[in-house]
């Protein structure tokens, strides 16, 4: 008869997972289901992309020696890992079949996140290259801006945040069911960019978070003989008597939320003024420079990305920044920027063929 080697491992030596699965598996009613009980992805639960390999395989010590340092074990005497008489399997109790049976199945859902992981791992390289990208032109047009700042060059550049809209109609539904145009609008888009929040809160559907932030100005009273107030609209400056351009601005955080913003004045030139958007709750604020025409940067304190995370299985670490740094650019721009990151991505390739020549 085949001697049983004292390195074989006992049924209270199995892995949790392997107890945990069993019990969903006892709890299986086969009446309602035809499985096993239990889904791949009920192993991800201790699975661990970091942890060491397995060591269900591994010789575990029995003798005294497991409970006294002192003692010198004499497990590995008897045991020979090319001897007939010792199972190539390290259980071999009742339910050994059953055991690595599920554990196949683990393993084989360990490759499979393995692999999601390095699939991700290589969108979220791709999305930062993106996002740093975008940051790189917004910076170099704040840099520029900050040197004409400093060497008080008359006059900072202009700025039209609605340059390139149109005006789009409200209506109201009339009793007797006609559509009544009662205000107009127009609204500027700027797409979101920040390398802090690509690195520190990436998701796969990055594209749907803190995507964009956009500003609306309204002409009320364009209609005549719909005098609707409207909660924000633009007001007469006491000092001068002009008509002020004030805006609404709201910043599109997650599927489920919009962060709306009371109005502010609308910027006329290019600055390095930190315009403090108050939400309308009054309870969170963000700070907006508009470095350009179509540029903009954009601080968002880490409190508040915190507070709005979508997923909260997933949370924004502390590690990240306190304060993290967007960067907005209006969308129409995308071709011209295209073409300018083309243009700065071949200058920094000859500087580097420069210098090799060198």
Known sequence: MAKESKATKKHADLPAWYHRIKKKCAEHDPQWDSGDGFEL???DEDISELEEEEDEELFQCHCEAAEDPKAECECYLEYDPDDDNVSELSYIGPDANE???LKDLREERKEELREQREAEDGRKQTTLELHKRHVEVVKATYKALKKDSKQQNAGSPPIDLFENSSWDTICETSKGGKSVPIDRYRATTFNLYSVDYVEHCYQYDMDLYWKYIEFMEYNEGYYEGHNRKRKFHSSDSPSTGKKEKTVESRIYVNPDYDMQFKKIRAPERASLKR??????????DIKIQFVGQDYLRMFVSRDIVKAHAY???????DSAPEVFEFVG???ELHKKLAKRLAEMEEANEAHKNKKVRR
């Open 275 to 284: 315009y403090r958007l108050k939400a309308e709750d009054g309870k969170e």
């Open 311 to 317: 997923d909260l299985d997933d949370p924004v670490p």
């Open 41 to 43: 992805y009920d192993f």
């Open 329 to 331: 650019i209006v969308p």
């Open 99 to 101: 055991y690595y049976r």
